[in-house]
């Protein structure tokens, strides 16, 4: 099987438009599966702050203490999720919610208690859950929940999340869903990006705001493993006439002999 892993920031999901979910269909035409890990950072600081809760960042990590914990799953699970399901049910795909703490889907484990709290990366991803949707002919939808030997939920970075479940999968690719098409380099839109051309605009400053933090997670997932990541838009047709539309990060240019 052929599969696409697919990050949607929670940023970005009342702004996919149908020629989004278009490209989804061309490449299911092409034999594609698809599965979606989605964010929900807004969601989840809008809630914190009817709470009076106030939201906590250690490198760029949301610091989850047991109360944030339990909104973010709340808000994850109860509101992006079923935003997201119903967005693709909406276009005739059929799509089924999954808690990454469901039938162990993303076991993980904490990065730092002390610092972060509640946070957790991923060491082992279930692939029999994705295999049984994907068997049934659903699109899993998955929740940045991991979930620890002994049973502690824990928040996981959707990005890292998507990562590792494109490097568990084997997956061709893997998309970063953003509201702009994908990274700009002197006003024009590149269409590939090496981890040292990445580093070196950075520097520059041509990379900045917030397209750092996505170039920076797309860089940690080819480090993992993933053969490919690109930054494309949730806007507007990414995928058309058999080709991307977008920012292709990878790691290195491959050696030919």
Request: aromatic share 8%; net charge negative.
């Amino acid at each position: 099987m052929r599969y696409i892993v697919i990050k949607c920031g929670g940023s970005v999901l009342d702004e996919l438009t149908s020629s989004f979910f278009t490209s989804l269909s061309k490449l299911e035409d092409l034999g594609y599966k698809l599965v979606f890990v989605h964010g929900g950072g807004p969601d989840i600081n809008e809630m914190l702050e009817l709470m009076n809760v106030k939201p906590q960042f250690v490198h760029g990590l949301r610091r989850t203490d047991e109360q944030t914990l339990k909104i973010a799953e709340m808000i994850l699970s109860g509101q992006t999720n079923r935003k997201l399901v119903s967005k693709l049910q909406q276009h005739q795909f059929s799509a089924i919610g999954i808690n990454g703490s469901d039938g162990k889907c993303l076991q993980a484990d904490y990065i730092n208690r002390e610092e972060l709290g509640h946070v957790g990366e991923i060491i082992k991803v279930n692939t029999q859950i994705f295999h049984l949707a994907m068997n049934g002919s659903y699109i899993p939808v998955v929740t940045p929940i991991g979930i620890t030997e002994d049973g502690q939920k824990l928040n996981i970075n959707a990005d890292y999340a998507a990562a590792e479940v494109a490097k568990a999968l084997h997956a061709e690719q893997c998309l970063f869903v953003t509201n702009v098409d994908g990274v700009f380099i002197e006003g024009s839109l590149a269409s590939r990006l090496s981890k040292e051309e990445v580093n070196t605009y950075i520097a520059k400053g041509e990379i900045s705001g917030g397209m750092i933090p996505k170039v920076q997670s797309a860089l940690n997932a080819v480090e993992k493993g993933v053969e490919s990541v690109m930054i494309v838009s949730g806007k507007k047709a990414f995928f058309e006439n058999g080709k991307w539309n977008g920012t292709r990060i990878f790691q290195k240019e491959p050696i030919t002999i």
